[in-house]
């Protein structure tokens, strides 16, 4: 499959700046989710000044960087439009780097989850690069293009976690975060340096057009952006929603006394693999055939796959459908980047992908708790049943709901 995808070298501008993006896009997401295995005890290390308990300020530390992230991304994306799409990629990994630095000196659990939602609004590095990207790219290679920094995102999120075990058992909690500091900082010098951007500034807005509001009211009535944005929450919440009851389902698939972490952690690595491996080349399909073809295949794959994992009664049953499912959200995410990239009029890439990056932190924020209130409500296999219906949605939304042609 390697061999097919026929890669390019790097003989125009737009390249260069894809290619950095993307170095910057798997370094980041590494740096970020370094974090991840450790938070929980890094609170517990830390303890609380108030009458609060612990895991009220872990779940505090967790999600107030989505929420934040939810409020802040469509205003730097309207930023972007106006100042310079790398100007805020810069911005997202240099304020990252002093951000992740200053929580390894956190004092308590409060400051930690104050920091947490600090970072929420000062990085959106994923829709930094997709804005810059999107700008640069040629329309015709935007499918491509979404999926290489999808796959550099995935990277970092599958490597990350290990590392920043490894680091926090041997070194301590506060090392990944000076680490992460490290990390954001070197892709910042790197796309300061590397990235060279045409942008022009864009003439004042018109008198019926002076507010960032209309300008996001605008966006919403383009052909086929309102839906996209529906397809990128019910897809997202499809996919996170059963985060919190996955352990617990494969620690009821196995034998007592089994490595259930281990387990865990192999079905997250087999879904990632999957989803890795057929990015770029589904993306690469979606740029000859049509990205919304690609896109219905993806759901309704996606949905075929989650649906029989409710009834598997072994766990290399659950592993097979995992990985399956894994390939077929490998067609989603970069597709449905690709598509807003094409439904945006020149010059609204910035605006496009802040309210992209705030839907998503949208679906992150609200999935986990829809996914543990169906399995307190029925039990841990109807989550799987219901993220199967809600990509089998997705599907019929996308038919019906998407422009039959790529717009002009």
């Given at each position: 499959?390697?061999?097919?995808?026929?890669?390019?070298?790097?003989?125009?501008?737009?390249?260069?700046?894809?290619?950095?993006?993307?170095?910057?896009?798997?370094?980041?997401?590494?740096?970020?989710?370094?974090?991840?295995?450790?938070?929980?005890?890094?609170?517990?290390?830390?303890?609380?000044?108030?009458?609060?308990?612990?895991?009220?300020?872990?779940?505090?530390?967790?999600?107030?960087?989505?929420?934040?992230?939810?409020?802040?991304?469509?205003?730097?994306?309207?930023?972007?439009?106006?100042?310079?799409?790398?100007?805020?990629?810069?911005?997202?990994?240099?304020?990252?780097?002093?951000?992740?630095?200053?929580?390894?000196f956190a004092r308590s659990a409060e400051e930690l989850a104050m920091l947490r939602a600090l970072q929420g609004v000062i990085t959106g590095t994923i829709s930094a690069?997709?804005?810059?990207?999107?700008?640069?790219?040629?329309?015709?290679?935007l499918g491509y293009a979404m999926a290489l920094l999808q796959v550099g995102l995935w990277s970092g999120v599958a490597v990350g976690p290990l590392l920043g075990g490894?680091?926090?058992?041997?070194?301590?909690?506060?090392?990944?975060?000076?680490?992460?500091?490290?990390?954001?900082?070197?892709?910042?010098?790197?796309?300061?340096?590397?990235?060279?951007?045409?942008?022009?500034?864009?003439p004042p807005p018109s008198a019926h057009r002076s507010g960032m509001l209309s300008r996001w009211q605008e966006i919403l009535t383009l052909p086929g952006v309102g839906?996209?944005?529906?397809?990128?929450?019910?897809?997202?919440?499809?996919?996170?929603?059963?985060?919190?009851?996955?352990?617990?389902?494969?620690?009821?698939?196995?034998?007592?006394?089994?490595?259930?972490?281990?387990?865990?952690?192999?079905?997250?690595?087999?879904?990632?693999?999957?989803?890795?491996?057929?990015?770029?080349?589904?993306?690469?399909?979606?740029?000859?055939?049509?990205?919304?073809?690609?896109?219905?295949?993806?759901?309704?794959?996606?949905?075929?796959?989650?649906?029989?994992?409710?009834?598997?009664?072994?766990?290399?049953?659950?592993?097979?459908?995992?990985?399956?499912?894994?390939?077929?959200?490998?067609?989603?995410?970069?597709?449905?980047?690709?598509?807003?990239?094409?439904?945006?009029?020149?010059?609204?890439?910035?605006?496009?992908?802040?309210?992209?990056?705030?839907?998503?932190?949208?679906?992150?924020?609200?999935?986990?708790?829809?996914?543990?209130?169906?399995?307190?409500?029925?039990?841990?296999?109807?989550?799987?049943?219901?993220?199967?219906?809600?990509?089998?949605?997705?599907?019929?939304?996308?038919?019906?709901?998407?422009?039959?042609?790529?717009?002009?």
């Amino acid at each position: 499959m390697l061999n097919r995808l026929r890669w390019p070298v790097i003989t125009e501008p737009w390249q260069r700046t894809l290619y950095i993006a993307f170095f910057g896009q798997l370094v980041s997401a590494a740096g970020f989710s370094l974090i991840f295995p450790f938070l929980p005890l890094y609170v517990n290390e830390l303890g609380t000044q108030t009458s609060l308990s612990l895991e009220f300020w872990a779940g505090m530390a967790i999600s107030s960087q989505a929420i934040t992230m939810m409020l802040a991304s469509p205003l730097w994306g309207s930023l972007a439009d106006r100042y310079g799409r790398k100007l805020m990629l810069e911005r997202a990994m240099f304020g990252g780097a002093v951000v992740m630095t200053m929580m390894a000196f956190a004092r308590s659990a409060e400051e930690l989850a104050m920091l947490r939602a600090l970072q929420g609004v000062i990085t959106g590095t994923i829709s930094a690069s997709n804005a810059l990207v999107a700008a640069e790219a040629p329309r015709d290679r935007l499918g491509y293009a979404m999926a290489l920094l999808q796959v550099g995102l995935w990277s970092g999120v599958a490597v990350g976690p290990l590392l920043g075990g490894v680091m926090a058992d041997a070194l301590g909690f506060r090392v990944p975060f000076i680490a992460t500091g490290a990390l954001l900082l070197a892709s910042g010098i790197l796309i300061w340096r590397g990235v060279h951007e045409d942008f022009s500034p864009p003439p004042p807005p018109s008198a019926h057009r002076s507010g960032m509001l209309s300008r996001w009211q605008e966006i919403l009535t383009l052909p086929g952006v309102g839906v996209t944005y529906s397809l990128r929450f019910l897809a997202g919440v499809g996919q996170l929603m059963i985060q919190p009851v996955a352990p617990l389902f494969i620690q009821s698939l196995l034998a007592p006394g089994s490595p259930v972490g281990t387990v865990t952690g192999v079905v997250a690595g087999l879904v990632s693999a999957a989803s890795i491996g057929c990015a770029l080349y589904i993306s690469r399909l979606a740029d000859r055939v049509g990205a919304r073809r690609v896109l219905r295949l993806s759901l309704l794959g996606a949905g075929l796959f989650f649906l029989p994992q409710a009834f598997v009664t072994g766990i290399w049953q659950l592993m097979v459908l995992q990985t399956l499912m894994g390939a077929a959200l490998g067609g989603i995410t970069p597709t449905l980047s690709a598509l807003l990239g094409r439904y945006a009029e020149a010059g609204e890439e910035g605006a496009i992908y802040g309210l992209d990056n705030s839907i998503s932190s949208a679906a992150r924020a609200a999935a986990p708790m829809l996914g543990a209130g169906i399995a307190v409500w029925f039990d841990l296999r109807a989550a799987f049943v219901a993220s199967g219906l809600i990509f089998l949605l997705a599907t019929v939304l996308a038919s019906v709901g998407l422009p039959g042609r790529k717009p002009a």
